[in-house]
């Protein structure tokens, strides 16, 4: 019982440093939260993970953490990353905080997205949406070209991200200020160990990811031995069929959920790669 509490304890230290650390955070939604029943709280970290660990085991009241780089780097593009966990929970700092201080080396402005968990895939979506509008009209605040804002997910994070990019025009909550007039379609998105992108029959391509010539260009990386590995290998299928721009890597072994901590060799690989990418594709965007 005491080792239990030692443990909550240390995991509410933890998530309290890294919240204390950044430089803002932007709640969502400023009245009531569409769809959700619960009231507004903090989010409620889960009490099962490791000392060493910060997850969120609810999340009620959606919020973007903002992670600006040093101003000599900044490269006027953005990037809201999506942390994975099932859509159950999320695995905020391996594949969230960690991320953004990564982008941050690069010059990347990053955003934290806490999205609506647990089992509220529409909510999540809803979160995306209004996300990648806020950070648009606040652009000019962050020093970001509005036009070069994107976005990449882990595991649930990376089919979160594939439906933002597949389902900007689907219109899933109803306007709440000005910023809902600008366009949520993000204008790249990294895919890194997605999973359920192959819900469709026999295993194809998720019915609701409907692809058009307006799909952003994706990057996609998976190893061989991840149990979602067929999601990554769908996803590419469907986007050179239609012709949508996809760079698509599959490393032999590496499981999943990997983040880009050291030890891994698809977590030390795929931040080369998807480095490498970010300058291709945004060079192409004036």
């Known amino acids: 019982m005491m080792k239990s509490i030692i443990s909550i304890l240390l995991l509410t230290l933890i998530a309290s440093e890294s ?14 939260v569409p769809g959700e029943l619960k ?17 969120f085991a609810e999340v009620t009241n959606p919020v973007v953490e903002i992670y600006l780089p040093d101003a000599s780097l900044n490269n006027r593009s953005g990037v809201i990353i999506c942390p994975g966990g099932a859509y159950r929970i999320l695995s905020y700092d391996k ?5 953004a201080t990564w982008l941050n080396k690069l010059g990347y402005s990053a955003f934290v ?12 979506l809803q979160d995306a949406q209004r996300a990648i509008r806020i950070i648009r009209r606040n652009a000019a605040k962050w020093n970001i070209d509005p036009e070069k804002v994107g976005i990449m997910g882990f595991s649930a994070g990376g089919s979160l991200s ?20 600008l366009s949520c379609r993000p204008a790249f998105a990294m895919l890194i160990y997605p999973a359920y992108l192959d819900q469709g029959p026999n295993k194809t391509l998720t019915p609701e990811l409907e692809l058009t010539k ?11 031995d991840d149990q979602y590995g067929n999601s990554a290998l769908v996803m590419a299928g469907a986007l050179r069929d239609a012709k949508i721009p996809v ?15 050291p030890g891994s060799l698809a977590g ?13 594709i945004l060079q192409t965007k004036k």
Do not use: C
């Open 113 to 124: 997205l806490q999205y609506r968990i647990p089992n509220k895939q529409e909510g999540a």
């Open 247 to 261: 760079e698509l890597h599959i490393l032999p072994f590496g499981g999943h959920g990997y983040g880009l901590r």
């Open 268 to 280: 030390e690989t795929w931040p080369l790669l998807a480095e490498k990418w970010l300058i291709r």
């Open 214 to 224: 307006e799909t952003p260009p994706m990057f996609i990386f998976q190893t061989a």
């Open 95 to 99: 594949e969230g905080t960690e991320i």
């Open 162 to 181: 594939a439906r933002t990019s597949t389902l900007f025009n689907k219109k899933s909550y109803a306007p709440v200020d000005e910023a809902d007039s």
């Open 39 to 55: 009231e507004k709280q903090e989010p409620v970290l889960d009490p099962a993970r490791k000392a060493n660990e910060v997850r």
């Open 19 to 32: 919240f204390s650390q950044k430089k803002d955070i932007i709640y969502l939604w400023p009245g009531k």
